[in-house]
């Protein structure tokens, strides 16, 4: 894609997908945005592709840990609260 | 998919008890809680033992420091930043080194000097994504600096806020910032090199 005065460069979008400042950028920066994504292939790849690795780490991580697990632990640190105050 | 806490955490009357180290108040925070601290804990690297005991220590930590909690920061933001603190002193990895990564060199040849991509990311091959990348991701994983892992873990997988994630770490937005860049390019990165590309 060619360099346009005014229009993102692929570099600029690759930062602000990747620290995530997209979300500070003003209206008319997220429409800028967007224009470069609808114009640039490799971009709007780039930007799916970090959404999707999101999402992975989501669902390999984040499911509930073992509840027993956790009440194991619950237990020991509410026994040491009781200990700790008497 | 953004988690809200119970509303009672937030009220002036529930700070105080906890201040005041009031059990029941303490047994509401532990049990609504726990299961993240200890979930982060083992996204951001520790084996299952290692985390059931950073994540006890937490809350012992957080219970003996509650007298000082000012909710200035929420409930949840003043655990995070315990066990950031307690993955500190456990594990060297933690340390700050944020000088310098080899990540932003291979980010260096992805752009010309106009800012184009001149090696572009590849078309990712959908399926194989989706049969292998468990196991792909786990190891990627394991190439993250700890601290930086912590960080894109908080953000991904529990969904914190950049306001948040900040506090808990102790570092500025712009820090976070080019924590979360390298994090998540090092990821990117390592999928790419293992074949998630164009068939
Ligand atoms: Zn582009």
């Known amino acids: 894609m060619m360099k346009v005065p005014g229009m993102f460069s692929c570099r600029e979008v690759h930062e602000h997908a990747s620290m995530g400042t997209y979300d500070e950028l003003g209206m008319m920066a997220r429409i800028r945005f967007a224009m470069h994504l609808m114009m640039c292939v490799h971009c709007a790849r780039y930007v799916r592709q970090l959404k999707a690795l999101g999402d992975y780490a989501r669902r390999m991580l984040g499911g509930q840990p073992d509840p027993e697990r956790c009440e194991r632990i619950e237990t020991v640190v509410m026994a040491s609260c009781d200990g700790h105050k008497h | ?199």
């Open chain 2, 1 to 199: 998919m953004a988690y809200t806490p119970p509303p009672e955490f937030g009220t002036p009357e529930f700070l105080v008890r906890l201040q005041r180290q009031d059990r029941d108040a303490i047994q509401k925070v532990v049990h609504e809680f726990l299961p993240q601290i200890l979930r982060a804990a083992r996204g951001a690297g520790l084996q299952e033992h290692e985390a059931d005991d950073v994540t006890q220590q937490v809350f012992l930590t957080f219970i003996e420091t509650l007298p000082r909690f000012e909710g200035r920061s929420q409930v949840r933001t003043w655990l995070f930043g315990i066990l950031y603190h307690k993955l500190r002193e456990a594990r060297r990895g933690f340390q700050k080194q944020d000088k310098h990564d080899d990540i932003d060199e291979t980010l260096e040849t992805r752009f010309d000097d106009r800012g184009m991509w001149q090696n572009p990311p590849r078309k990712a091959d959908n399926d194989l994504w989706d049969q292998q990348i468990r196991k792909h991701l786990e190891e990627c994983l394991e190439t993250v600096p700890e601290r930086h892992r912590l960080a894109f873990v908080l953000r991904e997988v529990e969904g914190l806020e950049t306001k948040e994630i900040c506090n808990a770490l102790d570092v500025s937005g712009t820090n976070l910032g080019v924590i979360l860049y390298r994090a998540r390019n090092r990821l990117r990165e390592c999928l790419e090199s293992r074949g998630f590309e164009e068939r």
